[in-house]
């Protein structure tokens, strides 16, 4: 319940310009969620009834706000300077004066209920009014009822109405794509699916000129490797072209073959709509076209029929290679963990190898060992035991033989088995002092360089962190004139980062110290190469150990593919202007490398206009992506895609979806703040929704809507809330207990991250759980609540999931019979908090629940410990930084001042 909300008296002045006394300090006493008795006895003129507004309502209008937010108006003067973080920043930049804000309009939604019914789709602010959990946090400081805006939740609900399980077909034409976050079945008839390719918008503006008004930025998400869902048919691979296979593409850009070339002359020539060349068929790939155009032989051959295939380049290669590095300074066995260590990769190693007939038994492994020198390991299954190889300067490294450095694991299993149970003891003597995470990386990519493959390279280091490249390096931004930035790598970083990249080698980073203060990060190689750091802080307990058996399964058993190189074509009229994410710039703009990827990796691209488009032909994206495959193979993926383009800026609008606009933006403000400074990164995401806000009023919205009434784009209806958690989000805006590191950390899992994991990053899902033993149904059919506070009800259970954390959130007044069904006690003071494994106990709440789990931690990009928090508790403080529709710990804006915000300075921009 509200108490004492701070609404000075005002003199408000509505549409008609008549003046209204507003209601001072109200409303003290009503309820929110009971706006009916507090909308005042006589409504201004000119206000609309929400129910009347349903009924009477043309197309363009909506919801509108109920009574109480139109009477609860904000103040006229800026809040004092006491009011936090972000309205002091921000003072500079409100609005006119906010009595033209009687209310909240939304596009037509063709879902009534959406009208009639705004509360949360589990009546969370209505049900149970006395015993929600209120936090200050979630209310509004110009009395906008959060569970009145626009619901992130709502919007995904719908889309899996309407698609939840179908199959989407993904052709020239077609409607907008499902959203990323519902479970469908795509099919491709000519044009890329969406889980590969996303764009911005599905009408591209046909001038450069309506582009800029718009404000909304022209582009694509691109997840090359994206997993396909059961039912969806796997890539086919053609023959290359050197083995008369696929019909070669244009010879004037390069671009692949794609449905999308134009035919003419009988088949003998193509039109290339990226460069707008014409292409002779060279006489062996001749086919004769039919009446409709086509070539005779399209349906047989994927390159003219499919948005997406593969094409095999080069049968043979080098396989991927798998390089282990252990660290054995006195440090590290002071430490205790290598035995561990030892153990889980023998553990490992012995379960690839009995995946017979598996992509892995051909994986060919090796073996290093360091401390302040280096033991390389001739694992050659013809010596009766592995020959050590020592070099004490590292500075300077010579290999003088690599035969045997490099094996393959089912050829020298025991071999290698024995080692890993032996370098615990042979190290115990040792007491040499530590060296650097870099001298194994360094010395793995020789390794690598000779034998003439890819691969990973997996460091696992205990000693204290250092940054020795640093010394070596005199250029940099330490010796320019450029300020430094607090994400920026190195430049002896950089340029290991682009050797790994040449020879296709991730790097991946075990740690097992605790250096968290003061240190360097070491982070930056491994995400510039596809790989990762994974940190533990000892392996005492059971779930720091399964963590690490975890990572290193995934590490090693996902798909990669190595030594990438990506280019973009695009219609003419249009060019690459950017590329956000994690890769190695190319020759030109529209051409990049990565050392790695897999099937979580994404990237954003950017499109400007050089010219005008044909809207005829519309607009063809097409992404070709060559890359060594583990096994050897020299393969190119081809991504094709055409869409419409129009000159009005509705279609431009209508056509958008903010989950995808959010990873967009995501993706380039995470990758800004690798030049400029944070404040002025999130200045500019504010700017840039406003302006595109602003925008759509100006052009798109209906000559009858009153500036008090909040307009946005139908599928864009989430966008506020999305970019606010993006602009408060620990990167961004810090809070006193982040650190850098963490914040780098942070910075470089989520700008790589897909769609639908960045909108569950940025959006998390709130799961409420049964408290009685009714079974628990799957993801995509339990409904989730909206990120606040208001919905967290003490007597209830709630899972909270975003691709990097999972919590359980336990009320005071959970029964007690649920609290022992579940964690083997009954009383909530002992239940612990913190990291745990639930009991496995044998009743029906307990396995449906860790069934649940089990399943959200598998569809996870990263391994994903469970952390129970309990209300009250200082644990709680993890599960507000997820409620990102209040305002945050580190001081963000909540949902609902954002939101008024955006709204007002995007009608200043019309005056
Ligand atoms: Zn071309």
């Given at each position: 319940m509200r108490k004492n909300m701070d609404v000075p008296a005002a003199i408000h002045t509505y549409g008609n310009g008549q003046p209204w006394q507003g209601y001072a300090n109200?409303?003290?006493?009503?309820?929110?969620?009971?706006y009916a008795t507090a909308a005042p006895s006589c409504p201004p003129p000119g206000y609309q009834c929400p129910n009347k507004s349903m009924q009477?309502?043309?197309?363009?209008?909506?919801l509108v706000a109920p009574p109480s937010m139109g009477v609860a108006a904000p103040p006229l003067?800026?809040?004092?300077?006491?009011?936090g973080h972000w309205h002091q920043q921000h003072q500079t930049s409100w609005g006119p004066?906010?009595?033209?804000?009687n209310g909240v309009l939304y596009e037509s939604?063709?879902?009534?209920a959406f009208r009639s019914n705004p509360q949360s789709p589990q009546g969370g602010s209505g049900s149970q009014p006395d015993t929600r959990v209120l936090?200050?946090?979630?209310?509004?400081r110009y009395g906008l009822?959060?569970?009145?805006?626009?619901s992130a939740v709502q919007g995904i609900e719908e889309d899996r109405e309407e698609w939840g399980g179908k199959v989407f077909l993904s052709e020239p034409g077609c409607p907008l794509p499902p959203l990323a976050t519902t479970d469908c079945t795509v099919e491709d008839r000519g044009n890329a699916s969406p889980r590969f390719i996303r764009c911005t918008?599905?009408?591209?503006?046909?001038e450069g000129m309506t582009a800029q008004q718009s404000h909304l930025p022209l582009g694509a998400i691109v997840t090359p490797f994206a997993k396909l869902e059961k039912g969806e048919h796997p890539l086919p691979v053609c023959p290359g072209t050197a083995d008369k296979g696929c019909v070669p593409g244009?010879?004037?850009?390069g671009a692949y073959m794609c449905p999308f070339m134009t035919w003419q002359d009988c088949g003998q020539r193509f039109f290339c709509p990226f460069c707008g060349k014409l292409t002779e068929v060279p006489w062996q790939y001749y086919q004769p076209t039919n009446g409709q155009g086509q070539r005779v032989d399209s349906d047989h051959k994927p390159e003219l029929s499919l948005g997406s295939y593969d094409v095999?380049?080069?049968?043979t290669g080098q396989s991927a290679g798998l390089l282990l590095a252990l660290d054995v300074s006195s440090v590290a066995v002071k430490a205790g963990q290598l035995d561990l260590i030892c153990q889980q990769l023998r553990s490992l190693l012995s379960s690839l190898s009995r995946?017979?007939?598996?992509?892995?038994?051909?994986l060919r492994v090796g073996l290093m060992t360091y401390d302040s020198r280096l033991h390389l390991y001739?694992?050659?299954?013809?010596?009766?035991r592995p020959h050590m190889l020592i070099f004490?300067?590292?500075?300077?490294l010579e290999l003088?033989?690599?035969?045997?450095?490099?094996?393959p694991l089912k050829d020298s299993r025991d071999c290698i088995d024995s080692l890993l149970q032996q370098i615990p003891q042979l190290a115990a003597e040792s007491d040499e002092a530590p060296s650097s995470q870099e001298l194994p990386v360094q010395a793995g990519l020789k390794i690598l360089e000779a034998v003439g493959c890819p691969g990973k390279i997996l460091v696992f280091h205990s000693a204290p962190l250092t940054e020795t490249t640093l010394k070596h390096?005199?250029?940099?931004?330490?010796?320019?004139s450029k300020p430094k930035s607090l994400f920026q790598p190195t430049e002896p970083c950089i340029s290991l980062s682009k050797a790994c990249a040449s020879q296709g080698c991730s790097i991946h980073l075990f740690l097992f110290t605790q250096q968290d203060v003061g240190g360097s990060w070491p982070g930056h190689t491994p995400y510039m190469t596809g790989g990762g750091v994974y940190s533990y802080?000892?392996?005492?307990t059971e779930v720091d150990r399964e963590q690490l058996m975890c990572d290193l399964r995934r590490c090693v058993g996902t798909e990669t593919a190595y030594r990438a190189e990506l280019k973009f074509f695009v219609s003419?009229?249009?060019?690459?202007?950017g590329f956000y994410g994690t890769f190695t710039p190319g020759p030109n703009s529209a051409h990049i490398s990565l050392a790695a990827l897999d099937w979580r990796t994404a990237l954003a691209v950017q499109f400007t206009h050089c010219g005008p488009l044909d809207e005829k032909r519309g607009v063809v994206i097409q992404v070709a992506l060559s890359y060594t495959s583990s096994q050897g193979e020299r393969k190119t993926r081809v991504h094709s895609l055409t869409m419409p383009c129009s000159h009005h800026l509705t279609d431009t609008f209508r056509n958008c979806q903010s989950q995808t606009l959010l990873s967009f933006y995501c993706k380039r403000m995470y990758s800004a703040v690798l030049e400029r400074p944070l404040q002025e990164v999130r200045e500019e995401l504010q700017t840039e929704v406003t302006e595109m806000l602003a925008s759509y009023r100006r052009?798109?919205?209906?000559?009858?809507?009153?500036?008090g009434q909040l307009v946005l784009p139908q599928f864009l209806k989430a966008l506020p809330v999305y970019v606010n958690s993006l602009r408060k989000s620990e990167v961004l805006l810090p809070g006193l207990h982040s650190s850098v590191i963490q914040r780098q950390q942070l910075r470089s899992q989520i700008v790589s991250m897909d769609i639908k994991n960045t909108a569950t990053q940025f959006y998390p899902l709130l799961l409420p759980l049964p408290v009685s033993s009714e079974p628990l149904g799957t993801l995509s059919v339990v409904q989730t609540v909206r990120c606040?506070?208001?919905?967290?009800?003490?007597g209830g259970l709630y899972l909270a999931h975003c691709p990097l954390s999972l919590l359980l959130w336990v009320g005071q007044c959970v029964p007690s019979q649920t609290l022992l069904q579940l964690f083997?006690?009954?009383?909530f003071s002992l239940l612990p908090s913190g990291q745990v494994c639930l009991p496995v106990l044998e009743n029906p709440l307990s396995i449906s629940v860790r069934k649940f789990i089990d399943n959200l931690q598998s569809q996870a990009p990263y391994t994903l410990k469970l952390q129970v928090v309990k209300q009250g508790?200082?644990?709680?403080e993890a599960l507000l930084h997820l409620l990102v529709e209040d305002k945050s710990p580190n001081g963000g804006a909540s949902y609902a001042d954002f939101l008024y915000h955006l709204h007002v300075n995007s009608l200043r921009l019309l005056v």
């Open positions: 109200w409303p003290t006493s009503p309820p929110l969620s009971s009477n309502a043309p197309m363009t209008v909506g003067a800026p809040p004092p300077p006491t009011a004066p906010p009595n033209h804000f939604n063709p879902d009534p936090s200050p946090s979630s209310e509004s009822d959060p569970q009145h805006l626009p918008t599905y009408s591209f503006p046909s244009c010879s004037g850009c095999l380049e080069l049968h995946e017979e007939g598996g992509d892995q038994s051909d001739d694992l050659s299954p013809t010596l009766s004490t300067d590292t500075a300077e003088p033989l690599w035969d045997g450095l490099l094996v390096s005199s250029s940099g931004f330490f010796s320019s802080s000892r392996l005492q003419k009229g249009l060019r690459v202007s052009h798109c919205s209906s000559t009858s809507v009153s500036p606040s506070a208001l919905n967290l009800n003490p083997n006690t009954a009383c508790d200082t644990s709680e």
